[in-house]
């Protein structure tokens, strides 16, 4: 079975910090790209960074994370890491990890984690 699970999500105070991880598994060929979302209540879905896999590692960020977030990976344990620093209560939120993989004997699938609850609050 070919899953990505998010972990590393809590209550933070305004200003902190936390590391969330997205570990990826299963019969996985090669992944194009890897992404992390975030949905709070009453808003859509937006996308808040992504990295490139497919283009050599290059990354791009939702204009209210830059400079605070940074995406990045680890090839040797399947794994994406989303740090995010300097945390505002507009960040609060569902994260998501996606990506788009080729699975082996399956063919290209776009896989979707539980998501992880992110609060931001004194």
């Known amino acids: 079975q070919v899953e990505v699970v998010e972990s590393g999500g809590g209550l933070v105070q305004p200003g902190g910090s936390l590391r969330l991880t997205c570990a990826t598994s299963?019969?996985?060929?090669?992944?194009?790209?890897l992404n992390w979302y975030r949905q709070a209540p009453g808003k859509q879905r937006e996308l808040v960074a992504s990295?490139?896999?497919?283009?050599?590692?290059?990354?791009k960020y939702a204009d209210s994370v830059k400079g605070r977030f940074t995406i990045s990976r680890d090839s040797t344990k399947n794994t994406m890491y989303l740090q995010m620093n300097s945390l505002k209560p507009e960040d609060t939120a569902v994260y998501f990890c996606?990506?788009?993989?080729?699975?082996?004997?399956?063919?290209?699938?776009?896989?979707w984690g539980q998501g992880t609850q992110v609060t931001i609050s004194s």
């Open positions: 996606n990506a788009d993989v080729f699975v082996a004997g399956v063919g290209r699938r776009d896989l």
């Open positions: 299963g019969r996985i060929f090669s992944i194009y790209n």
């Open positions: 990295i490139f896999i497919s283009s050599g590692g290059s990354t």
